[in-house]
């Protein structure tokens, strides 16, 4: 800590009192007693061992070096409240509707179709949260989340999003380097596999009949996104979700070698905590939630292997 630094609550006292050049409207601004912010000033002047204000009979006047103090301190209060607004967001009275999910998710699914929200709904704003881990939900931080499982949250409401199946993907090149034509060709690459995840590629596995490749062999990952950038740079074989693998394969920097895609248990789903209350705009952003994961709604069927 920088000793040169007074206490905020000193800057505080001095830039309401400089500001209105009054003790007793700074008082009221800061709900404190005219004696405290009258104490803090001369704390703050016995710090700086220089004069802020003259204190005239018929009120305040700042000295100079009290005038050309004050938009200094100014200054770094904004700056201050403008950081702590870009990390923490606006306070939870502000109007935007709080949503969390995964990141790989947000990137992937959320982004991508939350313009079409904006744009019928003028005038609502969303605050997008992501993390990577299935964080406890605090009604303090958030109004909704998105989490991936099987649906089983207790004491949440929760509305199912995708339905989902898993299949290899690689870099378009890579079979061709390294022979990928048949699923036990696998026991040649590395396998990328995504933390978090309870269906992983021990399913596709068994569903290929590849009983001859280690499931559990490969590196570990925290995110699909690290996931599918590194397959896309011929760094191994990643197990793409549908929900989360669209734009990759339709991009063209992924490729799906085989023609199998594994239903599995495990989706993304919206929960909220169940008899709380809500936003206003809960039930809106449900609704086009819901209706945009509309084709995801249908229970996938397995491609079985030519």
Not at 114 to 125: A, E, F, I, M, S
Not at 220 to 236: K, R
Request: some cysteine; charged content about 20%.
């Amino acid at each position: 800590m920088n000793l040169d630094l007074p206490p905020l609550t000193w800057l505080r006292a001095f830039e309401a009192a400089a500001r209105t050049l009054s003790f007793t409207q700074a008082a009221g601004e800061l709900h404190i007693t005219q004696a405290a912010v009258s104490k803090h000033v001369k704390s703050l002047e016995h710090h700086l061992r220089r004069p802020l204000f003259l204190r005239r009979p018929r009120g305040l006047e700042l000295t100079k070096s009290g005038a050309a103090y004050l938009p200094k301190v100014q200054d770094a209060m904004e700056r201050l409240a403008m950081g702590t607004r870009e990390v923490f967001g606006q306070r939870r009275t502000s109007s935007a509707l709080t949503v969390r999910c995964a990141v790989s998710f947000a990137v992937n699914w959320l982004s991508p179709r939350l313009p079409n929200y904006l744009d019928r709904h003028p005038g609502k704003t969303i605050r997008l949260l992501s993390s990577v881990w299935n964080d406890a939900f605090d009604t303090e931080d958030f109004d909704l989340d998105i989490q991936y499982g099987k649906g089983h949250w207790p004491g949440f409401n929760s509305h199912r999003l995708t339905w989902e199946t898993v299949t290899p993907l690689c870099a378009p090149d890579l079979p061709a380097r390294i022979a990928l034509k048949k699923p036990e060709d696998l026991c040649q690459h590395r396998l990328l596999h995504v933390l978090g995840y309870q269906e992983g590629w021990g399913v596709w596995l068994k569903a290929a009949g590849a009983h001859h490749v280690d499931a559990g062999s490969g590196l570990h990952l925290d995110t699909s996104l690290t996931a599918f950038e590194l397959a896309a740079h011929g760094g191994g074989v990643a197990l793409g979700r549908k929900s989360l693998a669209g734009h990759a394969l339709k991009s063209g920097r992924l490729v799906a070698p085989f023609d199998l895609a594994v239903p599995i248990d495990e989706a993304f789903h919206l929960i909220k905590p169940a008899g709380s209350s809500t936003h206003p705009d809960t039930d809106l952003f449900v609704h086009w939630l819901l209706s945009e994961g509309h084709e995801t709604q249908k229970a996938p069927t397995p491609v079985d292997l030519n």
